[in-house]
């Protein structure tokens, strides 16, 4: 790729990784589902008005919007409000590749390559490795909201291949329109109407920058842009940068909030990494002429889009 997309596309990763610290510091403005809340609303619109309709029925989007928007993000916000520290949870949000590759499998009938099941096995045993030292020193149920908000958004990847949309970004648009109201039931349900009015009553500079770089820069910049590379270069070329958006979210995390992980989190951490490298290594000459249905290789979805409905934040993300 040449140097000006190379940089556009670490500049995204960098965004989607310091999006974890931002998410983490507007949580100190919003309880967490209305936080979510209004980040889909502001995605939605008015960018809704500004965009073509999705082009695919209305049965994917919304249940990409619910998948997504609802359980994802919604798992991701109160996982990290729990207390999950926000570099650990950059890096396990990123087990939607696994996830993604076994869906695909049992609904769309793609065989996985060797090499992906090998990195899956590797990814899971980080996992554990994880999962084992946060029983042992802190509370499980923020850890295991991060694995069901990466097990959400690897069925939202699969419906996107499902979907097959001629405009991602469309798509991505109107699916943001699902999310807000069942959000908002939600968190006048679980957090309280007297939550809800003092978030919105107190709101301050912090608390609207916060919301607008989850929204518009992470969410609609990072897709759109994501698109775009993925548009003039090759899923190979770009994917494996995905990489690097745990990398900037560790990072961030240690140098803007101190958090330091432990030895076994480390080297849980290492083996996620490595797991996830091995799964999107490309293709083979063999494996790449394959189309015949049920023996297709996968073709995975990054971290939060793709110009092709393949199967991250995603972090939107």
């Known amino acids: 790729m040449p140097a000006r997309s190379v940089a556009l596309v ?37 960018a809704v008005f500004l965009v073509g309709r999705p082009g695919v029925p209305w049965r994917y989007v919304v249940g990409i919007g619910a998948t997504l928007g609802v359980v994802k993000f919604g798992l991701l916000f109160v996982s990290i409000d729990q207390g999950l520290p926000v570099g650990l949870s950059s890096l396990l949000l990123q087990l939607q590749v696994i996830f993604t590759i076994a ?30 030292d946060r029983a042992a020193s802190a509370p499980i149920l923020p850890f295991a909201l991060i694995v069901g908000a990466a097990g959400a958004w690897g069925v939202s990847n699969t419906l996107m291949r499902m979907a097959q949309p001629p405009d991602a970004l469309a798509l991505l648009v109107w699916a943001s329109l699902v999310a807000p109201l069942p959000l908002l039931g939600l968190s006048f349900a679980f957090e309280g109407p007297a939550e809800v009015g003092d978030a919105l009553a107190g709101l301050d500079v912090a608390g609207v920058a916060a919301l ?33 958006v745990p990398v900037f979210g560790i ?67």
Not at 22 to 38: K, Q, R
């Open 10 to 46: 670490v500049l995204v990763t960098a965004i989607w990784g310091v999006n974890f610290v931002v998410i983490h510091e507007g949580l100190d403005h919003f309880p967490p589902l209305l936080f979510n809340a209004l980040r889909f609303a502001l995605m939605a619109v008015p």
């Open 103 to 132: 869906f695909a499998g049992v609904v769309l009938r793609e065989r996985p390559r060797p090499e992906q099941i090998a990195g899956a096995a590797i990814a899971f045993a980080g996992l554990a490795v994880i999962g084992i």
């Open 212 to 244: 607008l770089f989850v929204a518009i820069v992470s969410g609609l910049f990072g897709f759109a842009a994501w698109i775009a590379l993925l548009k003039r270069h090759t899923a190979a070329a770009v994917t494996p940068f995905a990489l690097l």
């Open 251 to 317: 990072a961030s995390a240690a140098l803007l909030l101190g958090e330091r992980p432990s030895a076994l989190e480390l080297g849980g951490a290492l083996l996620v990494c490595a797991g996830l490298a091995a799964t999107l290594k490309p293709a083979g000459a063999k494996s790449a002429g394959r189309g015949v249905r049920g023996r297709r290789s996968l073709r995975l979805r990054p971290s939060a889009g793709s110009a092709r409905p393949a199967a991250e934040h995603g972090s939107a993300r």
